[in-house]
Structure formats: C-alpha cells, structure tokens
C-alpha cells in the first residue's frame, strides 16, 4: 500500500491541475453549448431534427447549469488545494520559528 503525500507542494501542484482542468472543462462547456444554440445546429433542419431540437432545447438550459455547476466546483476544490498548501506551509513555517526559540532558550 503506498501513502498519500501531503505537503504544501503536492497540495499546491495538485490544486494546479485541478484549476488548470476546470478552465479546460468549462472551455469545452462553452463550446458545446455553442455548437447546440449557434447558428446552423448539428442535427439538421428536417422533421426529426426540428422535433429533437424542440425537445432538446427543453432541457438544454437545465443540462448547462448543471455541468456549469460540477465544473464550478473543480476550480473552487482547485482554489482550496492552494488555499490549503499556503496555510500549511505558514504552518510549519511557524512551528519551526516557535521551535528554534525553545530550542534556543533551553540552550541558554
């Protein structure tokens, strides 16, 4: 079994991607969502596709938020990763500083 490496720079990295994969997710949701409403649709203008366009206008708009919401909320778990690392990192930055000065004055 391999352990999980938690340090502000795995947490910092991970946070990265996981912002950097959100921009990419909402960029193809944009895309999509202008291939189905631009000009021009992708399933054509007869009889069947005039009926699915109808239908799937219905739900279009229900389907959008909702990816739009999940996508929402990869950037914000990336956003917090970065959060975290930062905090973690002042930290241990903190814990250190308060351990050299007991370390300094049971020296003295």
């Known amino acids: 079994?391999?352990?999980?490496?938690?340090?502000?720079?795995?947490l910092n990295s991970a946070g990265s991607?996981?912002?950097?994969?959100g921009q990419q997710m909402m960029n193809g949701l944009q895309d999509l969502q202008n291939t189905v409403t631009g000009s021009g649709n992708p399933w054509g203008g007869d009889e069947q596709g005039t009926?699915?366009?109808g239908i799937y206008a219905?739900?279009?708009g229900?389907?959008?938020?909702?990816?739009?919401s999940h996508v929402q909320q990869v950037?914000?778990?990336?956003?917090?990763?970065a959060q975290q690392a930062?905090?973690?990192?002042?930290?241990e930055q903190g814990n250190t500083?308060?351990?050299n000065s007991l370390r300094d004055s049971i020296a003295n």
């Open 1 to 10: 079994m391999t352990g999980i490496d938690v340090t502000p720079e795995s």
């Open 17 to 21: 991607h996981l912002t950097e994969l």
């Open 51 to 53: 009926l699915f366009a």
């Open 58 to 60: 219905m739900v279009l």
């Open 62 to 68: 229900k389907a959008i938020e909702a990816i739009g």
């Open 75 to 81: 950037g914000q778990a990336g956003a917090g990763l």
């Open 86 to 91: 930062e905090l973690m990192s002042k930290t």
């Open 97 to 99: 500083k308060m351990n």
